[in-house]
T-cell receptor, first 117, second 109 residues
Framework: GAVVSQHPSWVICKSGTSVKIECRSLDFQATTMFWYRQFPKQSLMLMAT?????????EQGVEKDKFLINHASLTLSTLTVTSAHPEDSSFYIC?????????????FGPGTRLTVL | LAKTTQPISMDSYEGQEVNITCSHNNIATNDYITWYQQFPSQGPRFIIQ???TKVTNEVASLFIPADRKSSTLSLPRVSLSDTAVYYC??????????FGSGTRLQVQP
């Protein structure tokens, strides 16, 4: 299957600082990428859809000024958590679709564990 | 979006076949059914996808009856490493996937 990578795999930061997470499609181009958040023992929650060359589309309840998304190329999308607070501590996962025989398939990155102290 | 219902958890032993059934009564005509596996602190991993009848790959089989109101993921001869959460999702092939609670499979020695 297609490979999606994320960097860093984990990050610890102080409250009030900003953190950038990168999501890359390694062997395909992705005009659209998705960002999810997962809290312990819970399922994945879609945060936003990242569109190459245009503004991201955020899900209801997700602050667009806090979670800045940039999709500057067909292989890279970044999520910046601005002024992070302990409640932003979570597991952030990105994904992208790849065309298949019958339908596009969504592939996920390995995730980034963010801990805000 | 079609709502899915899966068992919250299942237990099995090594070497057994495990069948996880997902109910999706109002699945749309254009939706495929896709199953993912997720280990702790990892992103979901694509397992298998189908529209109807039976699909098989090197890790699993997927059975979807003619009415497409349910699907069954079959894992042959599970091992301890199959302990994970399994998600059943309707997939239009375009929008982002919407995850439910999934099924937590625990494989015992």
């Amino acid at each position: 299957g297609a490979v999606v990578s994320q960097h860093p795999s984990w990050v610890i930061c102080k409250s009030g600082t900003s953190v950038k997470i990168e999501c890359r499609s390694l062997d395909f181009q992705a005009t659209t990428m998705f960002w999810y958040r997962q809290f312990p023992k819970q399922s994945l929650m879609l945060m936003a859809t990242s569109n190459e060359g245009s503004k991201a589309t955020y899900e209801q309840g997700v602050e667009k000024d806090k979670f800045l998304i940039n999709h500057a190329s067909l292989t890279l999308s970044t999520l910046t958590v601005t002024s992070a607070h302990p409640e932003d501590s979570s597991f952030y996962i990105c994904s992208a679709r790849v065309g298949g025989v019958s339908t596009d398939t969504q592939y996920f990155g390995p995730g980034t564990r963010l801990t805000v102290l | 979006l079609a709502k899915t219902t899966q068992p919250i958890s299942m237990d099995s032993y090594e070497g057994q076949e495990v069948n996880i059934t997902c109910s999706h009564n109002n699945i749309a005509t254009n939706d495929y059914i896709t199953w993912y596996q997720q280990f702790p602190s990892q992103g979901p991993r694509f397992i298998i996808q189908g529209y109807k009848t039976k699909v098989t790959n090197e890790v699993a089989s997927l059975f979807i009856p003619a009415d497409r109101k349910s699907s069954t993921l079959s894992l042959p001869r599970v091992s301890l490493s199959d302990t994970a959460v399994y998600y059943c999702l309707p997939d239009t092939g375009r929008r982002a996937l919407t995850f439910g609670s999934g099924t937590r499979l625990q494989v015992q020695p």
